[in-house]
């Protein structure tokens, strides 16, 4: 076993298909089931099977990648520290990224760091906030933004931007050339769901609770597990929903939505800079906290 072989082991798993994660690693499909054939032979189990159309891993697969994910990343921090060192930062940094700020914030961070650090490879990990904070927690992420506050004690957080929720409608709603509308009448009209551990749900129930109400009194017609998902649902006429403005800056600007307000709602929210207490900070994530202190002043 060695770390070359996780590597190509985490990469079957999180593209589930051997021949994508040869593609992603520049591997033939045989070389890639020889190596997984020889981590199985190692740990005298199976870790893979084989679905018809994806792979997937076995129990003793999952306590594997958590463990091989753990390996990746004291791998980076390693080559970062040795780097810096060396008088140059280069190496790996990943941040994940709750699906608001991993989408449509962090790759212009990214694109700005660079600049400075053109040595640094970032990878970008995307998932809902619920996500983010358990990778942080179980060593496979260094740092993360997400859209809520973490409950673990665990976490430290500092905000570094806010955010500015409205209630989106299609364009040809009713609602579509009012400016706000009141609680009485969301509480009234069909609405689409967010799903559960995402910032955007959790700022919601907040929001409702402040007023004396919960997401139950919504009049709830679907739940859908993406941003994306649920715009497309708002513009065929399912529903309507409240999202992050940044989600629909492009439909609003064409002419395809329309964003309010809706009475005694706060709907601003802040995105949160995310990392475990006790984790020591590598190079690059002190690099990357540094630019951002600079760059970017929690407001």
Known sequence: MDLWQLHIFCKVIELKSFSKAGKAVRLSQPTISSHIKDLENHFNCRLIDRLTKEVVPTKAGELLYGYAKKFGALRDATESALSEYNGKMRGRLVIGGS??????????????????YPDVIISLVIGDTADIIERILDGSLEIGIVGARAESQK???????????????????????????????????????????????????KSLHNQGCAIEDLKVIAELGSTQAICQGIKNGIGVSILSTLAVAEDIQAGKLSALKVDGLNLKRNFYLSWHKRRSPSPLRQAFVDFLNENLPGK
């Open 99 to 116: 699906t608001i700020p991993g989408t449509y914030l962090v790759p212009q961070l990214i694109a700005d760091f660079k600049r400075p």
């Open 155 to 205: 976490i430290d957080q500092k905000v570094i931007l806010s955010d500015e929720m409205g209630l989106i409608v299609p364009a040809r709603h009713r609602w579509a050339g009012k400016k706000r509308v009141s609680l009485k009448q969301l509480l009234t009209e069909p609405f689409i769901l967010r799903e559960r551990g995402s910032g955007t749900l959790t700022s919601l129930h």
